[in-house]
């Protein structure tokens, strides 16, 4: 597994469907700072309350400077199912293999009740206009997590 991403380290490049089956590539985000998020399964209640922060706080993300990008490892029909039930307007992108998430140390070892596994971690990723990282927070909560990074970007102020 790659090292985690720290603030000042370039960015992975990546191109991915989304939702509606349309390649995006991180580059298309170049000249403004994007949430990179990864989460493990759209339409589980952890990542439905995540996702649905993010779609609640979108409106003053962007007007910080700020776009929102949700990864998972969900096949992009599924992904259009999820954003269409929960009126998700930013990009959801299909990572079935996994490879988006490992360049970004979001793949690794998880333990749950007893049992060790290979998942996805949940993580976010604040990339800067020009592809820097400015900020990786990992194995984050899913409820109240965007009101922390908020903070943490002091947006709150």
Known sequence: ?????????????FTLQNAAGQDVSLRYFRGRNTVVYF??????PGCTKQACDFRDSLAAL?????????????PVAKLARFADAEGLTFELLSDEDH????????????????????GLI???I???????????????????????????????A
Do not use: C, F
Request: cysteine-free; charged content about 25%.
């Open 1 to 13: 597994m790659p090292e985690r991403l720290i603030a000042g380290a370039a960015a992975p490049d």
């Open 62 to 74: 962007q007007q910080a400077g700020y776009e929102v990008v949700g990864i998972s490892p969900d």
């Open 99 to 118: 490879a988006v998430a490992e360049a970004y140390a979001a793949w690794g070892e998880k333990k749950n009740y007893g049992k060790t596994y290979q």
């Open 39 to 44: 989460y493990p399964a759209a339409a589980t």
């Open 126 to 156: 604040v990339v800067d206009s020009e592809g820097k990282v400015v900020l990786a927070q990992y194995n984050v909560r899913a409820t109240g997590h965007v009101a922390k990074l908020r903070r943490d970007l002091k947006l709150d």
């Open 122 to 124: 949940r993580s976010t």
